[in-house]
């Protein structure tokens, strides 16, 4: 079987039509923060956050598609790794989400400008597990090892397992579930803020995992992998430390992307260890994680789909 890429050439971005902190989401994910702010202030500031993360993946030389999301009630538009996900063999797949609000942001007609410049062989839509009250929240839930098809997952409200081996099985995929806690013991919402896989290191937090036979057994498969392993600690998980991406530039430069707020919170060590195997490109978005509870890996869906040939 071929072996498939870890990193991706280009990702797909969503503007949003308005940002605010979600209520329907704040429940379960113990990285939101909502204090009281006029929503058209901390808009503004959202709006601001995101034009500069383009010029700065501009400028790195990351490849891009935007697209404008103009639904006004769907206030975590910015995240769509969570709703949909691209795959090397030219399927999309569709995810059952958890917040009946979120589950706006699934517009497929905002797929055209990626359909002009990708080839997409079959589309998957999940979306009828909401039913169930099952819900898997696309790659938040599921952090892919893609060059030795493994799917890690932990599990919560948001990741049903069920679901998740699944999927992972009919994409040929080895399904590896665990779970995992924040410093204040509760359920981690998305696999995606405490594992990040790029090529050639892995950023994890080791101590979320409080079951030792699973951390031990976790961190065996991981080594296993041939990746260096950076592991941070739960303050670092706080700080959104786990939830960076590592893409490929226009140049063939692996990059990773990783909020002001998660860089600051590295040890001089980390850092150079990751500086032994990617380029970082630091970006500042700290009114996006405070409100919306994620980070920049959160803001890109990977483009792994074939491309089509310019004539």
């Known amino acids: 079987m071929k ?9 797909w971005i969503v503007k949003p039509a308005i940002f605010y902190g979600n ?20 808009n503004q500031h959202a709006q601001n956050e995101f034009d500069a993360f383009c010029k700065s993946l501009t400028t790195a030389e990351i490849r891009f598609i935007v697209s404008e999301n103009r639904n006004a009630n769907a206030p975590d538009a910015i995240f769509p790794n969570n709703w949909i996900s691209f795959h090397h063999d030219g ?21 055209e400008n990626i359909k002009s410049a990708y080839h997409i062989s079959i589309i998957h839509d999940l979306s009828e597990l909401e039913n169930e009250n099952k819900f898997l929240e696309g790659t938040g839930s599921i952090v892919f090892d893609h060059t030795n098809r493994i799917a890690y997952a932990c599990s919560s ?64 498969k991981l080594k296993k992998s041939g990746r260096v392993i950076i592991d941070i600690n739960f303050d670092q998980l ?10 490929m530039n226009e140049n063939e430069e692996l990059i990773t992307v990783i909020s002001t707020t998660a860089f600051d919170s590295l040890t001089d060590s980390q ?37 089509k040939l310019l004539i």
């Open 3 to 11: 072996p498939l890429t870890q990193t991706a050439r280009s990702v």
């Open 238 to 247: 706080h700080l959104f430390a786990g939830n960076m991406l590592q893409v």
């Open 157 to 220: 409200v948001r990741t049903d397992l069920s679901a998740f081996q699944n999927l992972a099985k009919k994409m040929g995929y080895e399904p590896y579930s665990f779970t995992c806690v924040d410093r204040n013991d509760f359920t981690i919402y998305h696999t995606n803020v405490m594992l990040s896989i790029g090529e050639t290191y892995v950023i994890v937090c080791s101590e979320s995992i409080t079951n030792n036979n699973q951390r031990e057994e976790l961190i065996l």
């Open 271 to 307: 850092v150079a260890m990751l500086l032994d195997h990617t380029k970082l490109l630091r970006v500042s978005i700290p009114e996006i994680e405070r409100a919306g509870g994620g980070s920049v890996r959160c803001m890109m869906a990977e483009l792994f789909l074939p491309e």
């Open 23 to 42: 209520e329907e989401t704040q429940n379960s994910n113990a990285f939101q923060t909502l204090e009281v702010q006029d929503k058209m202030i901390l």
């Open 91 to 111: 399927t999309v797949i569709i995810y059952p989400m958890m917040a009946i609000n979120r589950r706006a942001e699934k517009d497929l007609s905002l797929l």
